[in-house]
């Protein structure tokens, strides 16, 4: 009888990048309960440090970097390091992002646009650039980039965030084709509603502004961000290693009528 491969990162390294709230923050945690030592990466110090301290608090291994994931270098260093102090790398969430401000298209500011781009998806690239130059090296790996429910379904008033979330998702499935005989697995995660800073800002922080959003949800709640992360894992671990190229829709059913 062929054993059911688990879920398991014991004598492995995990990057993941917006750790310092949110699904960032849920995914680091996860993967250093599973045994991973984890490099933290995000921009937000004060958020990050709060991630060490959890992680830390069980005994997990972690490294925070503070890191621009915009920025070329920025990446590259965090990932340099992360090989200088664990020695290897073998799976990856590229999860940092920023919300648009809803706007119609035509009142959406070029600055706003470049800047929602950046972060949501240039940075998807240049972790992967990198990423996959040290999988290559290393005999194969896993990433898991999040995209988002706005990723395989178009929002109105969202025309800057569905761009880069769609082209996160297409990306991901590009290089998956790329990288599949390296034995390097390329998914994405596409949220639905999660309950996190993000949504937060999103809603107002009201409880008018949540029960508006949560009534989008089938399931009747937000997601946790608990929830993406045991996706993330299982997806970045034997248990899912027949898996590339797919974009996983966790949303509660949201985009099921699609």
Same mark, same amino acid.
């Given at each position: 009888?062929?054993?059911?491969?688990?879920?398991?990162?014991?004598?492995?390294?995990?990057?993941?990048?917006?750790?310092?709230?949110?699904?960032?923050?849920?995914? #680091?945690?996860?993967?250093?309960?599973?045994?991973?030592?984890?490099?933290?990466?995000?921009?937000?110090?004060?958020?990050?440090?709060?991630?060490?301290?959890?992680?830390?608090?069980?005994?997990?291994?972690?490294? /925070?970097?503070?890191?621009?994931?915009?920025?070329?270098?920025?990446?590259?260093?965090?990932?340099?390091?992360?090989?200088?102090?664990?020695?290897?790398?073998?799976?990856?969430?590229?999860?940092?992002?920023?919300?648009? /401000?809803?706007?119609?298209?035509?009142?959406?500011?070029?600055?706003?646009?470049?800047?929602?781009?950046?972060?949501?998806?240039?940075?998807?690239?240049?972790?992967?650039?990198?990423?996959?130059?040290?999988?290559?090296?290393?005999?194969?790996?896993?990433?898991?980039?999040?995209?988002?429910?706005?990723?395989?379904?178009?929002?109105?008033?969202?025309?800057?965030?569905?761009?880069?979330?769609?082209?996160?998702?297409?990306?991901?499935?590009? #290089?998956?084709?790329?990288?599949?005989? %390296?034995?390097?697995?390329?998914?994405?995660?596409? /949220?639905?509603?999660?309950?996190?800073?993000?949504?937060?800002?999103?809603?107002?922080?009201?409880?008018?502004?949540?029960?508006?959003?949560?009534?989008?949800?089938?399931?009747?709640?937000?997601? %946790? /961000?608990?929830?993406?992360?045991?996706?993330?894992?299982?997806?970045?671990?034997?248990?899912?290693?027949?898996?590339?190229?797919?974009?996983?829709?966790?949303?509660?059913?949201?985009?099921?009528?699609?």
């Amino acid at each position: 009888m062929t054993n059911i491969p688990s879920v398991d990162f014991v004598g492995k390294v995990a990057f993941v990048t917006g750790a310092g709230s949110g699904i960032g923050r849920a995914a #680091a945690v996860a993967f250093a309960r599973a045994g991973a030592a984890v490099t933290a990466v995000d921009i937000n110090q004060e958020g990050l440090q709060g991630t060490a301290v959890e992680i830390e608090g069980f005994g997990g291994r972690v490294l /925070p970097r503070r890191c621009d994931v915009t920025k070329a270098s920025d990446v590259k260093s965090a990932l340099d390091l992360t090989i200088e102090t664990f020695g290897r790398l073998d799976a990856a969430f590229n999860n940092a992002g920023i919300e648009q /401000p809803g706007a119609m298209i035509a009142d959406i500011s070029e600055d706003l646009w470049d800047r929602v781009i950046n972060v949501n998806l240039k940075s998807v690239f240049l972790c992967m650039k990198y990423e996959i130059e040290i999988m290559l090296r290393n005999g194969g790996g896993a990433i898991v980039n999040t995209s988002s429910g706005a990723g395989v379904l178009a929002i109105r008033q969202q025309s800057a965030y569905c761009a880069s979330k769609f082209g996160v998702t297409a990306m991901s499935k590009a #290089a998956a084709l790329e990288y599949a005989d %390296r034995d390097i697995r390329v998914n994405a995660i596409c /949220p639905g509603i999660i309950d996190t800073p993000m949504i937060a800002r999103y809603t107002g922080n009201t409880e008018e502004g949540r029960a508006r959003i949560i009534k989008q949800e089938p399931v009747g709640r937000m997601g %946790r /961000p608990e929830e993406i992360a045991g996706t993330v894992l299982w997806l970045c671990s034997d248990a899912g290693g027949f898996v590339t190229g797919h974009a996983m829709v966790v949303d509660g059913g949201q985009t099921a009528g699609i």
